[in-house]
């Protein structure tokens, strides 16, 4: 069983994943960002950088997420991506039209063979808090980029959990802060197990 937590740049996926997996003694999969070697070029110009960007990242969470087909099928995973997202983005960064066609087919391809998550529990938060965490986290690449970007995705994200039409959990995260307060993840767990009906 996959379960994949989601959620806008900087909002604490990767936190919320590695906490609420050794809570429940379940297998973690982090989102391996720093392999695009696109990445940094983007964020020093989005418009130029978007293709091959949006390309690598569906092939490296294609590929991630492959790579957990069996153990999700075992036992519970617990990820800080799927393959939502990477449509998500490239929605709002390929401007071309002939590159969002192509990318949507191979979206779809990859779609075909990759796990499909059980529930995703979405991390919702205000863009106040999202750019308030990136420059706290101080990754100079995100620095680079024009905050209104942030609030695109930001807003994105809120339309696409709102679209989604799977088993989904939300969790506001400015009122929720597991770093200070763990206990939520005991929490966060009963509502897991209430939308899956596990006893």
Not at 23 to 31: G, I, P, T, V, W
Not at 34 to 61: C, G, I, K, Q, S
Not at 143 to 167: H, M, Q, T, W
Request: charged share 25%; aromatic share 12%; hydrophobic share 45%.
């Amino acid at each position: 069983m996959l379960i994949v937590i989601e959620g806008c740049v900087g909002v604490g996926k990767s936190t919320v994943a590695k906490g609420l997996a050794a809570f429940r003694h379940s297998n973690l999969l982090l989102e391996e960002f720093e392999m695009n070697p696109f990445l940094r070029a983007f964020y020093r110009d989005p418009v130029e950088n978007a293709t091959e960007t949006e390309f690598a990242f569906l092939l490296l969470h294609f590929h991630q997420l492959k790579g957990q087909t069996d153990t999700a099928s075992r036992s519970e995973v617990i990820s800080d991506f799927h393959l939502g997202k990477d449509l998500l983005y490239a929605d709002l960064n390929l401007k071309e039209v002939r590159a969002r066609r192509v990318f949507s087919e191979l979206y779809e391809l990859c779609l075909e063979t990759a796990p499909p998550p059980a529930l995703v529990i979405f991390l919702s938060a205000s863009t106040d808090l999202v750019l308030s965490r990136i420059r706290g986290r101080e990754r100079d690449f995100e620095l680079e980029i024009d905050p209104g970007y942030y609030s695109a995705v930001n807003a994105a994200y809120e339309d696409f959990f709102k679209r989604y039409s799977g088993k989904k959990i939300r969790v506001p995260m400015d009122e929720w802060d597991f770093v200070k307060n763990p206990a939520l993840y005991n929490r966060l767990a009963a509502l897991v197990d209430g939308e899956l009906n596990i006893k």
